[in-house]
């Protein structure tokens, strides 16, 4: 997927002044001079012996550059954005000068962050964003003149990747109190989108990540070694009655949560847990058991030896119609399998990540977002890479849907190699992926927005994958002189 960047407007007055004087002057220095432009040559022509040449070229570039500057000027006030991406700050171009003329600057670079209150401000909140970077003046920003959401969103980068010690006090208690007030705006925060994208961000915590060697469950369970940790949760590779190799799943609600919220969500990582275990699928990586130990949820999984499709795509590129149909098939079987229980359980998190390709070139789903919507339900993060989540997701009211969504997501990244632009329609025929009409078709339909719309059915995707899979093969074998299945 594309780096992340966000433009923040900052409405700033004496820019709006500006623009509007220029956009009120384009008649003069757009259409007026020109014209005196082309009178000046013409007398010029006429009567060449009337003026010295010296004067007349000093005007003639007088004329010429008023334009030009006139384009300039209007340029400069219309910039009025910043652009923010994890590498830094881009600034608006009449800041340039108050920056040693370097547009850009990076997050490093970034010395000091903080808000303060102006002798003229009428409250005692403050009024001011200060951005201070090395070697320079330090920059201010009135607070009022951002859109609120857009500056939480500029706030959180800070917070991301400025580096520890770069933000005030201050700014740290206004970031919560703007939050605060943002919530209450009754509609899907787009700062939960970004925040979840940045970093799947959690409240401060001391949670540690467990050291290898450490033994759990009565001394049953013993890490080996760390698999991947972010926020509140982390995953092992463990051994398991000093046997077999095991994936174990760790997930913690934090300690400040209040004590019915704890309940409530070690509560639904167990319903969980007890739901995923009786599962029977040769697709599915098994859930052979749960256990709570020192204030910690785990889950042990079975471990399976393979490489995920992430990083297979990323070492092999992007792949042919033939085989992403075939594992297409192979997964959808598996979804299948979990919606019809009783009740359907819903996956949340189907990514390439969460995909392995075993040893035999089968496809198996190795992890499951129960143990993330338990840390989700304490931390109010949702559950589930932006990318590959359907907007119902977005507004915590994920369904059998969302994982069709989720599904086409990762046909996508297979065929494409890229992430799936967020909350949109996935074409990977549009994107340069040499495949059929029909599987961008069926892509298509399992991406769009609305649910009601939304193929879903997963007896209907199975036929038609199977239509595509059988014609992609044929293809495929033609151009390497086989055919499958003895087609003449």
């Not at 010029?44 to 550059?65: K, S």
């Not at 609600?253 to 167990?270: G, L, Q, Y």
């Not at 319903?271 to 599962?279: F, W």
């Not at 020192?294 to 990323?314: A, N, P, S, T, W």
Request: proline share 6%; charged share 20%.
């Amino acid at each position: 997927m594309a780096e992340l960047e966000l433009a923040v407007k900052y409405r700033n007055l004496p820019n709006k002044i500006g623009f509007a004087v220029m956009s009120l002057l384009f008649p003069a220095w757009a259409l007026l001079v020109p014209f005196c432009l082309g009178l000046f040559i013409d007398f010029i022509i006429q009567r060449p012996d009337c003026m010295p040449p010296m004067i007349t070229a000093m005007v003639l570039v007088g004329l010429a550059i008023v334009p030009v500057l006139g384009v300039l000027l209007t340029a400069l006030f219309e910039d009025d954005r910043l652009y923010i991406t994890k590498s830094g700050i881009s600034f608006p171009l009449y800041l340039v000068p108050f920056l040693k003329f370097r547009r850009n600057r990076s997050w490093a670079e970034l010395g000091g962050a903080g808000v303060r209150r102006t002798i003229s401000a009428k409250s005692e909140n403050p009024d001011m964003l200060s951005l201070h970077f090395n070697n320079t003046i330090p920059l201010e920003f009135k607070l009022n003149q951002f859109d609120k959401v857009q500056l939480e969103q500029m706030l959180l980068a800070i917070e991301l990747w400025s580096g520890r010690g770069t933000r005030t006090p201050e700014l740290v208690d206004y970031q919560h109190a703007l939050q605060n007030e943002n919530k209450g705006l009754g509609k899907i925060s787009q700062v939960k989108v970004w925040e979840e994208e940045l970093a799947r961000r959690f409240s401060a915590t001391s949670f540690v990540p467990l050291e290898p060697d450490k033994e759990l469950c009565g001394g049953t369970v013993k890490v080996v070694r760390q698999l991947a940790f972010g926020g509140l949760s982390a995953i092992y590779l463990a051994q398991h009655n000093k046997m077999n190799m095991v994936v174990l799943k760790e997930a913690v609600v934090p300690a400040n949560s209040d004590k019915a919220t704890r309940e409530k969500a070690e509560e639904h990582f167990i319903r969980e847990a007890r739901l995923l275990m009786k599962l029977d699928h040769p697709n599915i990586a098994k859930v052979m058991g749960h256990f709570r130990e020192d204030g910690r949820d785990y889950m042990i999984l079975e471990y399976i030896q393979g490489q995920d499709l992430r990083q297979y795509i990323k070492q092999n590129g992007a792949q042919p119609e033939h085989v992403v149909s075939g594992w297409a098939l192979q997964i959808a079987g598996i979804m299948q399998y979990l919606h019809q229980q009783e009740p359907p359980v819903i996956h949340r998190d189907l990514t390439p990540d969460n995909l392995v390709l075993d040893h035999d070139g089968s496809v198996v789903l190795i992890d499951f977002g129960a143990a993330n919507q338990f840390v989700g339900t304490a931390t109010g993060t949702l559950v589930g890479k932006q990318a590959y989540m359907a907007p119902e997701q977005l507004r915590g009211r994920a369904n059998t849907a969302s994982d069709v969504y989720s599904f086409g997501g990762t046909l996508y990244y297979w065929l494409t190699g890229k992430d799936p632009l967020p909350l949109a329609t996935s074409h990977p025929l549009n994107d340069g992926a040499p495949i059929s009409p029909e599987l961008d078709d069926l892509i298509a339909s399992m991406t769009t927005f609305e649910t009601s719309v939304r193929l879903s059915n997963w007896n209907h995707i199975i036929e038609k994958l199977r239509e595509i899979d059988f014609q992609a093969r044929r293809n495929a074998g033609a151009a390497s002189g086989k055919l499958p299945g003895g087609v003449a």
